[in-house]
């Protein structure tokens, strides 16, 4: 596929006038899907995959544009040269843009992950074996990704990764089920027996009767999965520049009041750890690290070039999203077999979902316990909850409240595949929290 | 090009059972002016194919960009081998699977279209409402028109065709308001107001009236009290409206979710198989459609993507549940009768069941009506948040703009209103129902779906609506 990517910035090199300039983004895909119900196949099927995005620049003005490849070069040298000509058609149009900036420092790049996957019709035999008997829901995606950045000054950067995920659940009955998640680029039996295994203990649990409890405050502890949903939300629209400037971030009264988190909790952009390509649209580089929030403060903000253009500031290689790709949350020095003793009596939360803010501007959120959350008595699980929604604001939850993280942190692959499969990574510790509000 | 790919599909498909080719290619155009500067105008090109191939009880999807004849050959193979992969271990028996129809096309009507006008003529009316948005204490504001052409082929190797063609455009607005700590956004409609034809969407929206109110309405919240605390009534806009019958009605009674596909991703329905026909989900005041045929509306078509013909049918009449969304795999399955709404979001995503457009059925009241129904509660517009429960029973949801009503008429402005309730009983508190002139057909280019994981446009038209005793608050 790297070498198709580079006859494709051959054929836009050739196509481009003198006087202007490309940045163009190749994505590329080979995946296949099996979906599962009940333990059997519901969907299976393959995608290929391959898309251009070019941004034609003359002077300030540019038009930019994606357009589906085959992989067969002569098909898709004349949809090339459709695209370069309609965009140049266009920018004649359009306004100077003030905030046009690309990279002009040429920094290459390549990283070519060996090919280690299984044929995906054997993990399907696996998956199925450990289904027999039991009611697994869920999917098994794999295969290469590959994405590639060229411009006319000449940089080239290249990724290509081939990866799995399995993103599953042991269902007992209705809404009660173990979620489970196993991702990485070579399948090991033995590692997915593990991971089954923890899932069926906690389905064993799920077969105890459940418990309601009243809306109120209760101590809680999150696992990992659970804290990083929160950081999933968070990542949208908190940490950008556009967003401080704009002062529409959910982070607001860090930035106007002075808020601030427990000072054990420390958030980096860490894309020296992640999966996701480490160039940008434009041709930048992703630095190793940024911090986001350090020792609870507000710390740096992720900026695109075109925001830093606009608020006269450097941009640290962030994407036009300025959401985290590879979020990384500090350790703490809570160990997580003194999780159930510390709650004593609270809840342990497996999972939340579907989490939205409920006051932005306060850093509010609400949303739903989900799959494996107990009641915890005496400091052991004594039964699975009934689901339970929660309101609480990221400043009680990670701030005053915060009883501790844990030392252990689990590496989350996001299994998300709208448009494309994702890249995005998270590596998290479990939170212990008091006081965490329960509405309905 | 689609006579010369067809032609390679009937060369390449295989003696199978069954073996079909779904195309879709896919043009669109972003435009928007964000602080009063134009942003790089972005246009995509999409077009790919996906082949589906039925052998024995198997079933499997081979999908691909490159349609020249070896690449769809490879997709064949890739179908075929995942077919055979799937047989007498699949979920569904694909040799009972009913078949596609020969023959048939839809388009959407288009009135003034996209290309009519020029891309600085269109920018230019961006930059204009822009300026109209522009005021002290707005820190961010923007307006955007995002237009989308698509066609489809779904071609059956057995000589099944039908061709279908839309276009959409979706006309946006935000204004975002600061002072100090507090940061209050208005737009318009959030992107509710996206609908199938052409510029005449403009003016049916009334987008070119809508940015000074927008403007004023989120400068005005920054100094509004919050939202009380209680239970009390509540008027709902459509612009809320839409969100409450998605989440609320539409994916609880998707057929793939009552029969358990989701449960790792969107999650199960409290709604079980046995309660079409006789379970009461709402008051009597509560009628819903599933109506694919509604001029103008989203997701209107005549063919869902596995070819089944579309037809309105009847959801909920009189607050008792008839039928669920359910397309010809989910209704074999099931073994009960669903509407045609197999969908993908585009070719390298089978179909799955989605609500296309759901509709919420009007009443007889103005909303002055509504309004004088209420001795203390709220009127909200324009949803901002929303979260349900994995059963799609306990939800909250907040909007972005509300409004007491007190003694029966409007009075002060609220801010972060937000309502939570139950499904399963919200429903039954509806009072009353705006009349057919206060029917508003919006919907939403983001319903998310599916493993792997699929956004697709859904269409909603409702009127205003009152509901009875509704927990209501306010911010932090």
């Given amino acids: 596929m790297e070498s198709y990517f580079h006859d494709v910035t051959e054929i836009v090199t ?60 002569e098909v898709d040298r004349a949809r090339i040269a459709r695209l370069i000509d309609n965009l140049r058609e266009r920018r004649a149009l359009v306004p100077e843009d003030p905030y046009l900036l690309y990279a002009t420092d040429v920094r290459s790049t390549g990283k070519t992950a060996e090919n280690r996957l299984p044929q995906s019709a054997e993990a399907v035999d696996e998956i199925r074996a450990a289904a027999r008997g039991r009611d697994l829901v869920g999917i098994y995606a794999a295969g290469g990704i590959y994405n590639g950045f060229a411009n006319s000054l000449g940089q080239r950067n290249w990724c290509a990764n081939a990866s799995f995920n399995l993103d599953w659940s042991f269902v007992h009955s209705a809404d009660r089920a173990a979620a489970a998640n196993y991702a990485g680029f070579e399948w090991q039996r033995d590692v997915f027996r593990r991971k089954v295994d923890l899932a069926l203990e906690q389905l064993a649990l799920l077969s105890r009767p459940s418990r309601a409890v009243a809306p109120g405050r209760y101590r809680v502890y999150l696992a990992p999965a659970a804290l990083a949903e929160f950081l999933g939300l968070l990542g949208w629209g908190s940490f950008g520049l556009r967003a401080h400037r704009t002062k529409t971030t959910p982070l607001l009264r860090m930035i106007e009041q002075g808020e601030r988190l427990d000072p054990r909790v420390r958030l980096l952009e860490n894309a020296a750890a992640g999966l996701a390509p480490g160039f940008q649209e434009e041709g930048f580089l992703r630095p190793d690290t940024i911090a986001l929030i350090d020792r609870g403060a507000y710390a740096d903000c992720l900026a695109s070039p075109r925001s830093a253009a606009e608020y006269g500031v450097q941009t640290n290689g962030a994407s036009a999203s300025e959401m985290p790709q590879s979020l990384d949350v500090a350790p703490g020095d809570v160990s997580a077999d003194r999780v159930l003793g510390m709650l004593e009596d609270g809840i342990y939360v497996g999972n939340v979902w579907y989490l939205n803010y409920s006051d932005r501007a306060a850093c509010r959120t609400t949303g739903m316990t989900r799959f494996a959350t107990f009641w915890v008595e005496n400091g052991a699980l004594a039964a699975p909850l009934e689901v339970m929604r929660f309101d609480e604001t990221l400043y009680r939850m990670l701030g005053a409240n915060l009883i501790g993280l844990t030392a252990e942190r689990e590496w989350i692959v996001d299994p998300g595949t709208y448009s494309q499969r994702s890249t995005s990574t998270t590596r998290v510790p479990g939170a212990l929290i008091a006081d965490f509000t329960l509405t309905l | 090009m689609w006579a010369e790919v067809e032609r390679r599909f009937r060369e390449v498909a295989p003696a199978v059972d069954f073996c079909s080719l779904r195309l879709v ?10 602080r009063g500067v134009a942003q790089p105008p972005v246009t995509s ?32 193979e890739r179908a075929h081998g995942w077919a055979r ?38 920018i230019e009316l961006l930059q204009a409402c822009s300026r109209r948005l522009q005021r002290p204490r707005i820190e961010d504001w923007e307006a955007g028109l995002w237009y989308v052409e698509k066609q489809t082929l779904l071609l059956s190797a ?14 946006t607005l935000s204004a975002s308001a600061n002072e100090g700590a507090e940061t209050q956004t208005r737009t318009f409609g959030g992107h509710a107001y996206c609908r199938q ?115 309105r049918q009847d959801i909920i009449r009189g ?56 001795d203390r509660g709220v009127y909200m517009k324009t949803n901002c948040s929303w979260s349900i429960d994995d059963s799609r029973n306990k939800f909250q949801f907040g909007c972005e703009w509300g409004r007491l009503i007190e003694g ?16 399963a009983t919200f429903w039954r508190g509806l009072r009353a129902v705006g009349r057919p002139d206060t029917v508003d057909v919006l919907g939403t280019p983001y319903c998310g779906k599916g493993e792997p994981n699929q956004a697709i446009a859904v269409g909603h038209a409702s009127p205003p609506c009152l509901f009875s005793a509704v927990d209501v608050f306010g911010g932090a």
């Fill in chain 2, 25 to 34: 290619e896919e043009r669109d155009e972003h435009l928007s002016v964000r």
């Fill in chain 2, 158 to 171: 057995d000589g099944g065709r039908l061709e279908q063609r839309f276009s959409h455009l979706l006309p």
């Fill in chain 2, 319 to 374: 607050g008792i549940l008839l039928r669920p969304l359910g397309g010809r795999v989910s209704q074999a399955r099931a073994g009960i009768a669903g509407v045609a709404n197999s969908r993908a979001s585009s070719w390298n995503r089978p179909p799955i069941d989605r609500m296309a457009n759901l509709n919420l059925e009007p009443g007889a009241s103005t909303l002055d009506e509504l309004f004088g129904a209420v």
């Fill in chain 2, 408 to 423: 029966g008429r409007l009075t002060r402005v609220v801010k972060n209103p937000n309502y939570r309730g139950i499904s």
């Fill in chain 2, 197 to 311: 034809g052409g510029l005449e969407v403009l003016d049916e929206t009334g987008f070119h009236d809508a940015p000074e109110q927008i403007a004023a309405e989120a400068v005005e919240l920054l100094a509004a009290p919050n939202c009380p605390s209680g239970t009390m009534d509540l008027v709902l806009a459509p612009d809320q409206m839409i969100l409450q019958i998605h989440e609320s009605i539409g994916h609880p009674l998707e057929l793939d979710r009552i029969l358990g596909d989701e449960r790792n991703y969107a999650g199960r329905s409290f709604v079980t198989l046995d309660m079409f026909g006789r379970y009461r989900y709402g008051s009597e005041a509560l009628n819903v459609s599933f109506d694919p045929q509604r001029a103008g509306e989203l997701a209107s078509y005549a063919f869902d993507d596995e070819g089944q013909p579309a037809t």
């Fill in chain 2, 45 to 76: 090109f999409d077009v790919g194919g996906m082949i589906t191939v039925v052998d024995g009880d198997g079933m499997g999807y081979g999908a691909t960009s490159d349609l020249t004849l070896s690449g769809l050959r490879r997709a064949v």
């Fill in chain 2, 85 to 122: 992969e799937t047989r007498g271990r699949g979920l569904v028996d694909a040799s009972r699977l009913e078949r596609m129809p020969r023959r048939g096309e839809y388009a959407t009507a288009v009135r003034e279209p996209w290309s009519a006008s020029p891309l600085g003529d269109k």
């Fill in chain 1, 14 to 73: 050739r196509l481009v006038h003198a006087d202007e300039v490309h940045l163009s983004n190749f994505h590329g895909e080979d995946s296949d899907f099996v979906r599962f119900n009940a333990g059997r196949i519901r969907q299976a099927g393959a995608v290929e995959m391959r898309s251009l995005t070019v941004d034609l620049i003359c002077g300030r003005r540019h038009a930019a544009g994606s357009v589906a490849l085959g992989g067969d070069l």
